[in-house]
């Protein structure tokens, strides 16, 4: 009688709850749960759920469903039924879980994968995870492991919902449910043990030993006809001719029939056309024949079958485009990288190429979705090839670019290539000198998809390096020094980023006092610096505080001045560059350029308190975005945001004044801008930005202004704000406390108002 169906109109399940309220917060101690608005359905299914727990009930009203599908298999796989069926027996004996050992390359996914495919009946669900950072953050990705109808409550803490999911698995799984855990390569994680308590069965691959747990070591295959096969089915003919089969044996002994070296001699002699006798002969004139001793330790065994594989690539007759692309990817990452972004970066016309680099398996497309490189592969690649700034110069151009413009892009986009970018900063991090420009930018984009502390580190890591080449007296040092305070500043540390927005214009001034958008826009940045400093001190020592204003309006109108000298020389004609060769400085972008320092002016007069002349200069700024660059939608966010802050704090000017209804009207059109530089927000950045965190709180200020009817809107607005706060800021910071503390005064008004 406690749980009403959730499958009832929602005035329906209100009455129940209206009838139950004061049993259940007042006997039980269930307290409500704000959720987002639009999400009431899932906000009830998680209130009856969390009520069905602590009664000890179980309701039938929630179906979760785990949802899987069967790893892709390659169609060529031999010499491992006996180790599968050993696999088989092991799992199913009690032991639930294994781990197959061995070297890189020998094969331990596939024969994981190809369990899974000859057992596949008796699965009901069959997952494929690749380990990366831990197994709690494996379980609590949904797109690793997704349940549907499974929510996070907005105030749960990531281990608590790791805890709360991993026992769901645990209960809505059994031994028809199979997880895969790629290239667990490590001696340990602090929550295996609790993940292998499960009913479900678990396969995990590693290089790694792990004693005490149930190990298979997957070796090379050794049946000399599985070996033939997997080698025939490569090459794509027979091989009968006892002279033939003679070579082929001589040389898979010095690879000890390592799997990923003889797919690679089968390709590459298939796509040159070569027969086992010129492969052995070619491959002698190298020194490649150097067989192993059986007892050798998998280390040995794994260095010196690297140094083949590198063997095996300096005979394949790789063109300098496919040099190039092998080159590329072996920069990106293990994981890969999306097929479209890799073509637009390494300037791809046609799949010629690439489908030759396939054909040859050095190259593989998993699904058509992304192109990716064997660790081992990855390995020859960087001591054979070694990718450095000057060879790689075209892909880093067009990475760079695409970073450059990330404020114009879907916010998903940015977050599929952000594990490529960090790649590629780690990959160059002791040549970052080569080329600042590019490196600044990349360091730049990381605080555009989350990953704040990359950012600021890697972007440290840039300046010290132009540093040490360029000295201050740089435009580059001081271009990058001020990147870096905005890495600080978009990470939510504003008095961080002061030092160094300050060290940006004092280098770029010392490099060069002609006019130039870097200068002016360093000027900018500056002169923020003062009105936050201007806003920390105001009401603590009032001089000080207009002396930071005065700073700040003059180091604006110096900026301001200088790009409208700037639009002026473009207008007649005059050539102007910027530090960013990427920026394409024109005469639309040197008008967008007026446009910011309106913006950056007028938040100036909102940290003041003069809204009138800050609402002024938000909606020169709209103007001059819609007209010269409408695609601009970041900067088109900003413009409303600010608008509605300013309609937001004219409301409450006018209401202090006793004027009710122009009150409301400001507060109207507060919502009306405020919702829309959210959905642009949410688009562009996400729900992990400061500027997201601002959005969502003042939208939810301006509906607790408006009336009481539009209470429940100010609610989720909160609960939004703040479990954004949490994600981006931690669990117990000061914004998400301020945050809860709005939410909890506004329960408290709707608790009096219905009583």
Not at 38 to 48: I, L, N, Q
Not at 341 to 351: I, K, Q, V
Not at 479 to 497: I, Q, R, T
Not at 575 to 583: N, P, S
Request: hydrophobic share 35%; aromatic share 12%.
């Amino acid at each position: 009688p406690l749980v009403p169906s959730i499958r009832g109109e929602a005035n329906k399940l209100e009455e129940h709850l209206r009838e139950r309220k004061k049993y259940l917060i007042g006997e039980l101690n269930i307290q409500p749960i704000w959720y987002p608005y639009g999400e009431h359905k899932e906000a009830y299914s998680v209130f009856f759920q969390q009520l069905c727990q602590d009664l000890g009930i179980r309701s039938e009203h929630f179906n979760y469903c785990l949802k899987s599908k069967m790893p892709y298999t390659k169609k060529v796989f031999h010499g491992r039924d006996n180790l599968i069926k050993e696999i088989h027996e092991i799992i199913h004996s009690g032991k639930k879980s294994i781990f197959l050992q061995g070297i890189g390359g020998i094969g331990k996914s596939e024969t994981a994968k190809q369990y899974a495919k000859k057992y596949e009946k008796e699965y009901k669900n069959v997952l494929y995870l690749t380990y990366s950072s831990g197994l709690k953050e494996l379980v609590c990705n949904s797109k690793t492991i997704e349940i549907e109808n499974l929510k996070k409550y907005p105030d749960e803490k990531s281990d608590e919902f790791f805890r709360r999911k991993l026992e769901l698995l645990k209960t809505m799984t059994n031994e028809k449910t199979l997880f895969i855990i790629d290239n667990f390569d490590v001696d340990t994680d602090p929550d295996l043990d609790d993940f292998l308590s499960g009913n479900y069965h678990v396969i995990l691959t590693t290089r790694n030993s792990h004693p005490g747990y149930e190990t298979k070591f997957v070796e090379a295959v050794k049946n000399w006809e599985d070996v033939l096969k997997i080698f025939t089915e490569n090459y794509g003919r027979d091989i009968t001719d006892n002279n033939d089969i003679s070579c082929l044996k001589e040389i898979f002994s010095a690879i000890y029939n390592h799997t990923l070296a003889i797919e690679l001699i089968a390709k590459q002699m298939a796509e040159s056309s070569w027969n086992p006798q010129k492969m052995l002969e070619v491959l002698k004139a190298g020194n490649f024949i150097t067989p192993l001793e059986e007892s050798i330790p998998d280390e040995k065994r794994q260095e010196l079958i690297l140094k083949h594989i590198c063997e095996i690539f300096d005979i394949s007759g790789l063109n300098e485009a496919e040099e190039k692309i092998m080159m590329y990817l072996s920069l990106i990452g293990e994981r890969g990288i999306p097929v479209t972004r890799f073509r637009e970066w390494a300037n791809l016309s046609s799949s010629e190429t690439m489908k030759n680099l396939m054909n040859k398996r050095w190259v593989f497309n998993e699904n058509e979705e992304r192109y990716s490189q064997h660790p081992l592969v990855i390995e020859v690649v960087h001591s054979r090839l070694s990718p450095s700034v000057e060879n790689c110069k075209e892909f880093l151009d067009n990475m760079a670019e695409f970073c450059y413009h990330a404020w114009y892009r879907n916010y998903q986009e940015n977050v599929d290539v952000a594990d490529n970018v960090l790649k590629v900063l780690d990959y160059f991090k002791s040549s970052l000198e080569d080329d600042v420009h590019n490196f600044s930018i990349l360091a730049s984009f990381l605080w555009q998809v989350g990953k704040f502390d990359e950012s600021i580190s890697c972007q440290k890591e840039v300046y010290y390096a132009s540093l040490q080449k360029y000295g201050e007296k740089s435009i580059a040092t001081g271009y990058v020094a001020k990147d870096l305070g905005g890495c600080y500043f978009n990470s939510g540390y504003l008095k961080e980023s002061i030092e160094w927005y300050k060290k940006g214009l004092d280098f770029i001034k010392q490099a060069s006092m002609e006019d130039n958008e870097d200068l002016a826009m360093a000027y900018e940045k500056v002169a923020r610096c003062y009105t936050w400093e201007y806003g920390w001190d105001l009401g603590q020592d009032a001089d000080k505080a207009k002396e930071k204003l005065d700073k700040a309006k003059n180091n604006f109108q110096i900026a301001l001045e200088m790009r409208i000298r700037l639009r002026d020389a473009l207008a007649n004609g005059e050539k102007k560059k910027i530090f960013i060769k990427y920026g394409n400085y024109n005469l639309n972008i040197a008008q967008e350029r007026i446009g910011e320092s309106y913006m950056e002016m007028g938040r100036m007069y909102q940290v003041d308190g003069q809204y009138k002349e800050a609402l002024e200069y938000a909606k020169k700024d709209e103007e001059i975005i819609s007209k010269y660059n409408p695609k601009n939608i970041s900067g088109l966010a900003y413009a409303y945001y600010d608008q509605g802050v300013c309609y937001y704090h004219l409301g409450l000017q006018e209401k202090v004044a006793g004027n009710e209804d122009t009150a409301m009207e400001n507060w109207k059109l507060a919502v009306e801008k405020l919702k829309k530089a959210l959905k642009q927000n949410l688009e562009r950045r996400g729900d992990l930005a400061i500027d997201t965190i601002d959005n969502q709180e003042y939208l939810a200020d301006t509906y607790q202004r408006i009336s009481n009817e539009v209470g429940l809107m100010a609610s989720d607005g909160y609960a939004k704000a703040n479990n954004m706060a949490k994600k981006l800021m931690g669990e117990n910071c000061l914004r998400s406390r301020t945050i809860g503390e709005k939410v909890r005064k506004v329960g408290e008004v709707k608790e009096f108002q219905e009583v």
